[in-house]
């Protein structure tokens, strides 16, 4: 399976900290997405970082990418509680005739307590 | 208002029965897309057209149908033959790089 791995499956913070989820994953890709969901609701995309791109930045958003290692991070600086959802990160994979078929991972449950 | 629909929010259904979930777009997005997602799961691509009258399977397509008749509408069957089919089911469009979601149905096979 191409699908990528997230860690941690669930992380609780304080509000004002920050918050870190890494993604890694399998094969060469064209990008690397994270996605947003609140519970029970469709996904809400966030940011694409591109496999020539190492970081990239949104707001409170910044997003790395090591494709050496195959692997991605995403931190939220000075977490909300409205920022409680699951982030899930997803992989464009480089070849063959799958443009804009997406793998996602397991995602990460992030909590913050006001 | 732009975006993309998905009815009904909750569908109950007996074990051995068909069932058609509905997604319909009116952003002009020529791709769509059919997850499923389980509890505490990521998603797994279903099915995806990425133009009118073509689709392909995705990781997990056994037990499910699809048809793409227009731009605008992708339904998606789930068949008596799909052995665990309890589970949210989320439909996306793109026309780039980035997808767009439903908010999703959740079914329940009984």
């Known amino acids: 399976s191409q699908q990528g791995e997230e860690d941690p499956q669930a992380l609780s913070i304080q509000e004002g900290e920050n918050a870190t989820m890494n993604c890694s994953y399998k094969?060469?890709?064209?990008?690397l997405q994270w996605y947003r969901q609140n519970s029970g609701r469709g996904l809400v995309h966030l940011i694409l970082i591109r496999s020539n791109e190492r970081e990239k930045h949104s707001g409170r958003l910044r997003v790395t990418l090591d494709t050496s290692k195959k692997s991605s991070s995403l931190l939220i600086t000075a977490s909300r509680a409205a920022d409680t959802a699951s982030y899930f990160c997803a992989t464009e994979y480089a070849g063959g005739t799958s443009y804009g078929k997406l793998t996602f991972g397991q995602g990460t449950i992030l909590t913050v307590h006001p | 208002d732009g975006g993309i629909t998905q009815s009904p929010k909750y569908l109950f259904r007996k074990e051995g029965q068909n069932v058609t979930l509905s997604c319909e777009q009116n952003l002009n997005h020529d791709a769509m897309y059919w997850y499923r997602q389980d509890p505490g799961q990521g998603l797994r691509l279903i099915y995806y057209?990425?133009?009118?009258?073509?689709?392909q399977k995705g990781d997990i397509a056994e037990g499910y149908s699809v048809s793409r008749e227009k731009k605008e509408s992708f339904p998606l069957t789930v068949t008596s033959a799909q052995k665990n089919p309890t589970a949210f089911y989320l439909c996306a469009s793109s026309i780039g790089n980035e997808q767009y979601f439903g908010p999703g149905t959740r079914l329940t096979v009984t």
């Open positions: 094969t060469s890709i064209n990008n």
């Open positions: 057209s990425q133009i009118v009258n073509d689709f």
